[in-house]
């Protein structure tokens, strides 16, 4: 798709993205008023807090883990954070968007990758919108330098389940749009990619990324990452924030659970895995130009899929939500995000040089 049709899409799906979550942190108030607690329970009125405070302007409701606090010190400070917060959350999605419309465009049978593709990227750009205002967020609490690489892992974690809600309505306007703009535009041809190559390709990829949910995320390990950081000074502690960007969810041995339990975390270990090798095997396919960014994102959203799916597992086998709500069911989507910001740029880059490499090598073989 050229350019300037592209370029409408994106910002309508940015402009409306900032406008649900600003409207989203502003009805973080509404779970104050009286009675509220009697049309839901109160743990989900906090879990409802928890998700909104990290949009809402109002420092009296946020703190900079994204819990509910009785109020910050420096609340221009704290305003100053959330304007960043908004601005880098619409320009963080008008870029991806721009570049997913442009590479996935919603025509010839690519409108469901599209409509994934735009809805994976929203919490992707949230998390680079809350990584980005992080510093003025922590400065605003009046403590700052104590504690700040982990202080700084809680706000990167602590966009939440709103922002995987507000993306799923973002993503179906835009691909909407971008159909309408699309229309007299000769559809470019889908690229022919040998099955072989794509295969061993998203092999690759998936390796790659197994290797975040499999080894990295393994108990023992997972523990030494994050405790095996001492010193002295502001950066005296990254172990917090290197499992925020490195770990892609928890695995642990079945003499910690259930062997029943422990199976079931694991079949959802397993759909993740296989959502993220068929998306990096269609992936080239969809593209109209398989170039390192475009690779890349689509890696990224190929992974918070994955993500999304096996979170949407754990739901359906939670029974959680009888004691603490129907709410607290939700409560983790959209979590890892940072990890999969991580190695989907790896797992993307490797993906590509393998198809290079392995279409280039047939391409020989058959010129031969």
Not at 151 to 167: D, E, N
Not at 304 to 331: E, I, K, R, T, Y
């Amino acid at each position: 798709m050229a350019y300037r049709r592209a370029v409408i899409p994106a910002l309508v799906g940015g402009l409306l993205l900032t406008l649900l979550l600003w409207w989203a942190g502003a009805s973080a108030q509404a779970l104050q008023l009286r009675g509220s607690t009697s049309v839901l329970n109160i743990e989900s009125v906090s879990e409802l807090q928890r998700w909104l405070a990290p949009w809402s302007y109002d420092s009296s409701t946020a703190s900079a883990d994204g819990v509910t606090s009785g109020g910050t010190q420096y609340t221009e400070l704290y305003g100053t954070a959330m304007q960043i917060r908004f601005v880098a959350v619409f320009g963080f999605f008008v870029a991806g968007a721009l570049l997913l419309v442009r590479r996935i465009p919603p025509t010839r049978g690519r409108t469901p990758a599209t409509f994934l593709a735009l809805w994976a990227w929203g919490p992707v750009a949230g998390t680079l919108a809350v990584t980005l205002s992080a510093p003025w967020l922590i400065a605003s609490r009046g403590h700052g330098s104590y504690r700040i690489l982990p202080q700084l892992a809680g706000v990167i974690a602590s966009s939440g389940p709103v922002m995987v809600f507000a993306a799923l309505v973002t993503s179906l306007v835009t691909v909407l749009v971008a159909r309408i703009t699309a229309k007299g535009e000769d559809p470019l041809p889908r690229v022919d990619v040998p099955p072989r190559a794509a295969r061993l390709a998203a092999s690759v990829g998936t390796a790659i990324v197994a290797l975040s949910l499999v080894v990295l995320s393994y108990g023992s390990v997972a523990a030494w990452i994050q405790t095996s950081f001492v010193g002295g000074g502001l950066l005296s502690e990254p172990g917090d924030l290197l499992r925020e960007w490195l770990l892609l969810g928890g695995w642990a041995g079945p003499t910690t659970a259930p062997l029943g339990d422990w199976l079931l975390y694991r079949a959802a270990d397993v759909l993740m895995l296989a959502v993220v090798w068929w998306s990096l095997r269609l992936l080239p396919g969809l593209l109209t130009r398989t170039t390192v960014p475009a690779m890349a994102v689509g890696a990224m959203c190929a992974i918070v899929l994955g993500l999304l799916a096996s979170q949407l597992l754990h739901m359906a086998v939670d029974d959680s939500g009888s004691v603490w709500g129907p709410v607290h069911l939700f409560s983790s989507l959209g979590a890892d995000v940072p990890a999969a910001l991580t190695f989907g740029v790896l797992a993307g880059t490797a993906a590509l040089v393998t198809l290079r490499l392995t279409g280039d090598r047939a391409a020989a073989t058959s010129s031969g």
